[in-house]
C-alpha cells in the first residue's frame, strides 16, 4: 500500500484572546490511493480542523502534511473541498460554477470545446444535467450539494476533502447521495477524506473510518478497517452481521466518549503544553485498550 | 414577500380586507391607497395654504402651484422661440457678410438668455449625475482595496469617520478657493461653478460608498473566499469573479444613499454659492419676491422631490438588472 497522503503528526493551536487554544494534538494518519477515509467524531473535536489543514487552508502548528511527497503548504485545486454547506457562487449558475473550476485547473491545456465536454461530464456524473443552466436559488439543498462535489470532481483532485457534505440533507435525499457517491467513487477510484457524523454513512462509504478522541487537543482515538465487499448495498447490508458489528463499535466508541467525554482529555487541557504529550500518548494507548 | 413588507403589514395596525383574488388586494395596495393619501394630502395643503399669510401674499395651494408650472412652461417656450430667432438672425446676418465678401471670418455667438426652469433642472441633474460618477470612480476601488486590506482599513478608517459627519457645504468655500486657485485655464472647458457645485457633490457621496463597499467586501462569506482559495484565482480575478458580484448589493446600498444625500446637499450648495441651477432658482424667487415667487417655489420643491424619488428608482432598476440579489427593495 503505498502512501498518497501523509499526516504527518499535526498540532493546531489557534490563537484566542484568553491564550492559545490546542484543537489537535499529534493527529498522525497515512492514506493510501483511492482509499475513502471517513473522519467521525463529537461535535466540536476538530475534524473540521483536520480537513482544513489538509486543504492548506490552515496552517499546523506543528508536523505537515504530505501529499505525493510534497508538503502541503497552501490550498490548492488537487486537493479539492466539498464545503458543508455547498458553497456555490450565487450568481452563477452550476454550469459556471464548475466552469469557474475548470477554466482555473484545466484553461491552458484544455481547448473550449474540451471543456465543456468536461464540465457537462462532471454535471451528469452527479445527475445534474438537467439543471445545470439553473442558478444555485433555484434548485434544492441535495442538488446543490451535488454541483458542490460536481465542481470538486471537475478539478481531477488527488483527494477529495468533505467536510459533512450531506449534514444539511433529508435523510431519503442522504441515502441517493451517498449511493451516487458510491458509484463515482467505483469508477473514478478517488481519494477521498470525508467528515460525518452519520454512523451509517460511514460504515457504508468508508474503508476505514478514523474516531477522533474530544477535544481540546483531540487527537485519533480508534481507527477501524471496514472490509466489507464493493459494491455495498444498503439494504442487503442491514442484514449483514459484520457491518452491524462494525457500526456498533463505532457507536459504542462514540458513546463512551459522550457519557464520560472529560475523562481521557480532561488531563491534557492546553493549559501546561509542555506536560500534555506525554499525557495525550498515554490517552492514546488507553483508548484503543479501551476498544480492543 | 420580503420580511420587512411582512412585518410593515403585520405591525401597520392597518388590516387589509381579505378578498379572495390577489388581483382585487394588489389594485387596493398599489393603486387606491396611495391615490386616497395624495388627494387627502392635496386637501390638507389647499386647506391649510389659505390659512397662511405671508408678506408675499397667501401661501400658495395646488391651485397656484399648478398655474405656475404653465406659467414656467409658457416662459420656456418663449425662451426658446427666442434662442431660436436669435441664431436665425445671426446666420443670416452672416451669410450677407460671407456673400459681400469672400475673406470674411463669420462669428458665431451663443444664446445668453436667462435659463429656464427646464434648464435649470437640467444643470442640476448634470451636476449630481456627473458628481456621482466621479464619486464612483473613486469610491468602488477604494472601497474594495479597503475591504481586502485589514492594515489598510486601520490606517484610513479614522480619516473617513472624521470627514463622514462633516456636511459637504461646509467645504464648499475651500472647494470654490482651490478651483479658482487652481483651474484658470483661459478657455475653460466647463464652467467653475459647476465644478464647484460637482465637487461638492464628489465629496458628499464618497464616504458612504467607500464604508459601504469596504463593509460589502470584508463580510464576504469565508467559503466563498475559501472557494477562491482551493482554485488559487490569481488576485484580479479573485476581485473580478468573487469580491465585485459578492458586494454588489452593498455597494448598490452605498450608492443609492449616496445619490439621495447628493441630491439634497446639491440644491443647497447651488443656494448658497449662486451656482446654475434647482437651488438658485429657488433662491432667485426668494430674491425676487413677486407674488409668484412662492408659488414657484413650491414647483420647484415638487420637481427637486419627485426627481429625488426618481434616481432612487433608476438607481433600484439598474441594481436590479446588474444583481444577482433581486430581493433588493
Ligand atoms: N479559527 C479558529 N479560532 C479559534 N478556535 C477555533 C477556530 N476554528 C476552530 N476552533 C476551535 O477548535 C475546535 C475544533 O473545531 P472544529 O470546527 O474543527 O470542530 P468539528 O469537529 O468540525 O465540529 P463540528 O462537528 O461541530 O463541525 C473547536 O473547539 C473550535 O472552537
Ligand atoms: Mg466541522
Known amino acids: 500500500m503505498s502512501v498518497l497522503l501523509?499526516?504527518?503528526?499535526?498540532?493546531?493551536?489557534?490563537?484566542?484572546?484568553?491564550?492559545?487554544?490546542?484543537?489537535?494534538?499529534?493527529?498522525?494518519?497515512?492514506?493510501?490511493?483511492?482509499?475513502?477515509?471517513?473522519?467521525?467524531?463529537?461535535?466540536?473535536?476538530?475534524?473540521?480542523?483536520?480537513?482544513?489543514?489538509?486543504?492548506?487552508?490552515?496552517q499546523a502548528t506543528r508536523g505537515g502534511v504530505i501529499l505525493s511527497g510534497k508538503e502541503v503548504?497552501?490550498?490548492?485545486?488537487?486537493?479539492?473541498?466539498?464545503?458543508?454547506?455547498?458553497?456555490?457562487?450565487p450568481w452563477l449558475t452550476a454550469y459556471e460554477n464548475v466552469e469557474l473550476a475548470v477554466k482555473q485547473v484545466f484553461g491552458k491545456n484544455k481547448s473550449k470545446a474540451e471543456m465543456r465536454e468536461w464540465i457537462e461530464h462532471n454535471l451528469d456524473l452527479v445527475h445534474m444535467s438537467h439543471a445545470m443552466h439553473k442558478r444555485p436559488d433555484e434548485i434544492s439543498g441535495?442538488?446543490?450539494?451535488?454541483?458542490?462535489?460536481?465542481?470538486?470532481?471537475?478539478?481531477?483532485?488527488?483527494?477529495?476533502?468533505?467536510?459533512?457534505?450531506?449534514?444539511?440533507?433529508?435523510?431519503?435525499?442522504?441515502?441517493?447521495?451517498?449511493?451516487?457517491?458510491?458509484?463515482?467513487?467505483?469508477?473514478?477510484?478517488?481519494?477521498?477524506?470525508?467528515?460525518?457524523?452519520?454512523?451509517?454513512?460511514?460504515?457504508?462509504?468508508?474503508?476505514?473510518?478514523?474516531?477522533?478522541?474530544n477535544g481540546p487537543a483531540a487527537t485519533i482515538g480508534e481507527i477501524l478497517q471496514v472490509d466489507l465487499e464493493r459494491p455495498r448495498h444498503r439494504l442487503e447490508l442491514a442484514d449483514d452481521p459484520l457491518y452491524n458489528q462494525y457500526r456498533a463499535k463505532v457507536l459504542k466508541f462514540l458513546h463512551e466518549r459522550h457519557s464520560k467525554p472529560d475523562v481521557p482529555t480532561k488531563k491534557s487541557v492546553?493549559?501546561?503544553?509542555?506536560?500534555?504529550p506525554a499525557q495525550t500518548a498515554g490517552d492514546i494507548k488507553e483508548t484503543v485498550d479501551n476498544a480492543a | 414577500m420580503n420580511t420587512a413588507t411582512v412585518i410593515a403589514t403585520k405591525f401597520s395596525g392597518l388590516k387589509l380586507p381579505q378578498l379572495d383574488g390577489t388581483f382585487f388586494s394588489n389594485a387596493i395596495r398599489l393603486v387606491a391607497l396611495p391615490a386616497a393619501g395624495i388627494l387627502a394630502f392635496l386637501l390638507l395643503w389647499s386647506v391649510t395654504a389659505q390659512n397662511i399669510d405671508t408678506s408675499l401674499g397667501k401661501f400658495p395651494g395646488p391651485a397656484a402651484v399648478m398655474e405656475q408650472f404653465n406659467a414656467l412652461h409658457d416662459e420656456h417656450q418663449r425662451s426658446r422661440e427666442k434662442e431660436q430667432a436669435f441664431y436665425e438672425r445671426q446666420e443670416k446676418r452672416n451669410a450677407e457678410r460671407v456673400a459681400k465678401d469672400p475673406n470674411y471670418q463669420p462669428k458665431i455667438r451663443a444664446y445668453t438668455g436667462k435659463e429656464t426652469f427646464l434648464d435649470q433642472i437640467i444643470t442640476s441633474l448634470v451636476t449630481v449625475m456627473s458628481?456621482?460618477?466621479?464619486?464612483?470612480?473613486?469610491?468602488?476601488?477604494?472601497?474594495?482595496?479597503?475591504?481586502?486590506?485589514?492594515?489598510?482599513?486601520?490606517?484610513?478608517?479614522?480619516?473617513?469617520?472624521?470627514?463622514?459627519?462633516?456636511?459637504?457645504?461646509?467645504?464648499?468655500?475651500?472647494?470654490?478657493?482651490?478651483?479658482?486657485?487652481?483651474?484658470?485655464?483661459?478657455?475653460?472647458?466647463?464652467?467653475?461653478?459647476?465644478?464647484?457645485?460637482?465637487?461638492?457633490?464628489?465629496?458628499?457621496?464618497?464616504?458612504?460608498?467607500?464604508?459601504?463597499?469596504?463593509?460589502?467586501?470584508?463580510?464576504?462569506?469565508?467559503?466563498?473566499?475559501?472557494?477562491?482559495?482551493?482554485?488559487?484565482?490569481?488576485?484580479?480575478r479573485h476581485v473580478q469573479k468573487i469580491v465585485l458580484p459578492a458586494s454588489v448589493p452593498m455597494i448598490f446600498t452605498g450608492m443609492r444613499l449616496s445619490l439621495g444625500v447628493a441630491w439634497m446637499v446639491l440644491i443647497a450648495a447651488e443656494m448658497l454659492a449662486q451656482n446654475p441651477g434647482l437651488g438658485k432658482f429657488v433662491w432667485d424667487e426668494f430674491q425676487n419676491g413677486s407674488s409668484d415667487s412662492l408659488a414657484r417655489i413650491m414647483a420647484a420643491v415638487l420637481v427637486i422631490g419627485l426627481i429625488g424619488f426618481l434616481l432612487d428608482r433608476g438607481m433600484l432598476a439598474l441594481q436590479k438588472l446588474v444583481s444577482w440579489d433581486k430581493t433588493a427593495n
Open chain 1, 270 to 276: 492546553p493549559a501546561k503544553p509542555n506536560t500534555a
Open chain 1, 142 to 213: 441535495g442538488m446543490k450539494q451535488r454541483v458542490g462535489i460536481a465542481r470538486a470532481l471537475a478539478m481531477q483532485p488527488k483527494v477529495l476533502l468533505m467536510d459533512e457534505p450531506f449534514g444539511a440533507l433529508d435523510a431519503l435525499t442522504r441515502a441517493h447521495m451517498q449511493d451516487s457517491l458510491m458509484e463515482i467513487q467505483a469508477e473514478l477510484n478517488n481519494t477521498v477524506i470525508m467528515i460525518t457524523h452519520d454512523v451509517d454513512e460511514a460504515v457504508l462509504l468508508s474503508d476505514r473510518i478514523v474516531m477522533m478522541t
Open chain 2, 131 to 236: 458628481g456621482f460618477l466621479l464619486a464612483v470612480a473613486i469610491a468602488i476601488p477604494l472601497g474594495i482595496t479597503i475591504g481586502l486590506s485589514q492594515a489598510l482599513n486601520n490606517a484610513i478608517n479614522p480619516i473617513i469617520q472624521i470627514f463622514k459627519p462633516v456636511s459637504p457645504l461646509a467645504w464648499l468655500p475651500l472647494v470654490t478657493m482651490v478651483v479658482s486657485a487652481l483651474y484658470t485655464s483661459p478657455d475653460p472647458l466647463v464652467a467653475k461653478s459647476f465644478l464647484n457645485s460637482l465637487i461638492t457633490v464628489t465629496l458628499c457621496c464618497l464616504w458612504p460608498m467607500v464604508i459601504n463597499t469596504a463593509v460589502g467586501v470584508a463580510g464576504i462569506d469565508k467559503d466563498l473566499v475559501n472557494v477562491s482559495k482551493v482554485l488559487r484565482l490569481p488576485a484580479l
Open chain 1, 73 to 89: 503548504t497552501e490550498p490548492g485545486p488537487e486537493r479539492a473541498v466539498v464545503f458543508q454547506n455547498h458553497s456555490l457562487l
Open chain 1, 6 to 58: 501523509d499526516i504527518s503528526h499535526i498540532d493546531m493551536e489557534f490563537p484566542t484572546p484568553k491564550g492559545p487554544f490546542t484543537a489537535l494534538r499529534d493527529v498522525d494518519l497515512k492514506i493510501a490511493q483511492g482509499e475513502f477515509v471517513s473522519l467521525i467524531g463529537h461535535s466540536g473535536c476538530g475534524k473540521s480542523t483536520v480537513l482544513n489543514v489538509v486543504a492548506g487552508l490552515y
